[in-house]
Nanobody
Framework: QVQLVESGGGLVQPGGSLRLSCAAS????????MGWYRQAPGKQRDLVAT???????KYADAMKGRFTISRDNAKKTAYLQMNSLKPEDTAVYYC?????????WGQGTQVTVSS
């Protein structure tokens, strides 16, 4: 089993920045992909960004140039730096890990972008 705990969400004004963290624990050996998804009220959960254990990244088009995903394998933590935030970025952000065909999810952290 893999446990994922997110932190760093909150309220920010449009144009502001936030940094989310996702700490992994448990049976973390062999985790290939970590990433972030988000879900706005009444909408489906959508990809934000992913990163492999080799550092290859993938972003949803709406996040390219504004969000940066990174990963510290020694600290077993993934990060999502979010800049130039917009009201439409408001959502619950979920950490994700994929290992040996099994997906794991964190409990989510709320990000609200509002003036």
């Amino acid at each position: 089993q893999v446990q994922l705990v997110e932190s760093g969400g909150g309220l920010v004004q449009p144009g502001g920045s936030l940094r989310l963290s996702c700490a992994a624990s448990g049976s973390i050996s062999g985790i290939f992909i970590m990433g972030w998804y988000r879900q706005a009220p009444g909408k489906q959960r959508d990809l934000v960004a992913t990163i492999t254990n080799g550092g290859s990244t993938k972003y949803a088009d709406a996040m390219k140039g504004r969000f940066t995903i990174s990963r510290d394998n020694a600290k077993k933590t993934a990060y999502l730096q979010m800049n130039s935030l917009k009201p439409e970025d408001t959502a619950v952000y979920y950490c994700y890990a994929h290992k040996l065909g099994v997906s794991y999810w964190g409990q989510g952290t709320q990000v609200t972008v509002s003036s």
